[in-house]
């Protein structure tokens, strides 16, 4: 199928990854704040950096669950371009943070926008390609990646070279700013988004909303939607860490590590959007799950002197963290796109916005007891977490589709 783009679809590209650089740049920057602003993470700050994100994950969740009815009074145009200004804003002010308490601030700000970001870009996609949206879907979550793979590959680099982390967090900051002009600029009329034709009534919101909660099914998908996204983001955010630590590397190598996860994710995420049809993502769901488990779980075991020499090692890593990138890939947008395909007698765009609401705790939960963990039993050991909640993502998924599946035909 050949896929045909047209102006929002590149603003959206452009949010995913400036989304990505605001959410990397501090796990990949993290060894150095936390030496700078006195939480070492080599010395019992690991849960204090896997906190900051949990504190960022409270304001997304908030933003994401008023995010319908933002968009309903201003379209979802407007509430993208917002988006973007709150998140850049809140990134670039985290650059002047004088101590680790004034970061929180600053990243409830950032947190506000990439809450309603979260919400609004996928259903956004969805509104522009309503004929096969899943692969468009997928080919705009790709940008993620990209995102992922700049930042942490350049800033990575320009750490070890010396340039200071403020510096980084800034242009980061702006470069997100800058995005909110696709969204914000004057519309063209002859390629006008649809839902400025028509908004939302606020009452349908809310009546629509409470028919999705009485659906058993939706709470399954945001079952899987919890622990899938625990998976992914435990990899993004503390692979860098992992490595700098345990590898006892530079930041660049740290950055390196990460952009093959996000190579991986690329991949993945461009080929399943790409080749994928609809009636299969179950099925891509559940073989990425558990082709997941074994690929993920060797990472915990890996040590400087796994081979014959650290720098094979090394590289054994980078080659286990990209198959993690693939496997991890499809989780977010495929099983949000199956769960509205499973669920056509519901709202789309309240099905993005929650399964959004319950994937972003999941984010920052098990980002934060990873961190506890590697305080407690070492950050090694900590990354058995993640082929933990593979495991259970996949049984839940199993569940649904294979032994639960829905009535009506695929």
């Not at 990505?20 to 950096?49: H, K, W, Y």
């Not at 990646?145 to 990575?156: D, E, N």
């Not at 198959?323 to 977010?332: M, N, Q, R, T």
Request: proline content about 5%; hydrophobic content about 50%; charged content about 10%.
């Amino acid at each position: 199928m050949k896929l045909s783009f047209g102006r929002y679809d590149y603003s959206c590209f452009a949010a995913f990854a400036a989304y990505a650089c605001c959410s990397l740049i501090i796990p990949v920057s993290l060894v150095t704040i936390a030496r700078d602003l006195n939480f070492p993470l080599e010395s019992g700050g690991m849960g204090a950096g896997g906190q900051l994100h949990l504190i960022r994950s409270i304001a997304m969740v908030l933003s994401l669950l008023s995010c319908s009815l933002l968009s309903a009074k201003i379209g979802k145009r407007f509430s993208m371009g917002l988006a973007m200004l709150l998140m850049g804003t809140g990134i670039f002010l985290c650059a002047f943070s004088p101590g680790y308490f004034l970061l929180i601030p600053f990243l409830l700000l950032a947190g506000v926008g990439e809450g309603i970001c979260e919400g609004l870009a996928t259903p956004f996609v969805h509104d522009l390609h309503v004929d096969e949206p899943s692969n468009y879907v997928n080919t705009a979550h790709s940008f993620w990646s990209v995102g992922t793979g700049l930042v942490v590959i350049f800033a990575g680099l320009l750490l070890t070279l010396g340039v200071h982390w403020r510096i980084l967090i800034a242009i980061t900051g702006l470069f997100c700013l800058a995005t909110s002009l696709g969204f914000l600029w004057k519309e063209n009329p002859n390629s006008k988004y649809p839902e400025t034709k028509s908004k939302q009534d606020v009452t349908l919101i809310f009546n629509n909303s409470l028919i999705i909660f009485k659906s058993f099914r939706f709470w399954i998908y945001c079952l899987g939607m919890f622990m899938g996204a625990g998976a992914e983001f435990c990899l993004t955010f503390w692979a860098s860490s992992y490595i700098q630590l345990n590898f006892h590397t530079s930041p660049w190598m740290g950055g390196l590590g990460t952009a093959f996860l996000a190579l991986g994710m690329f991949v993945g995420r461009y080929s399943f959007g790409k080749y994928v049809k609809e009636k299969h993502l179950i099925h891509l769901l559940l073989i990425t799950g558990l082709a997941g488990i074994p690929v993920t779980g060797l990472i915990s075991f890996m040590r400087p002197d796994s081979f014959y020499s650290p720098a094979l090692s090394l590289s054994v890593l980078f080659l286990l963290i990209f198959l993690s990138g693939i496997c991890v890939a499809p989780y977010w947008p495929s099983l949000q796109s199956y769960g509205v395909l499973m669920l056509p007698e519901l709202d789309s765009t309240l099905l993005f916005v929650y399964f959004s609401s319950i994937g972003i705790p999941g984010c920052g939960f098990f980002t934060w007891i990873m961190g506890v963990a590697g305080d407690m039993i070492g950050l090694h050991k900590s990354f058995v977490l993640i082929p933990l909640t593979l495991l259970l993502f996949s049984t839940t998924i199993f569940l649904e589709g294979f032994v639960f599946p829905p009535k009506r035909k695929r």
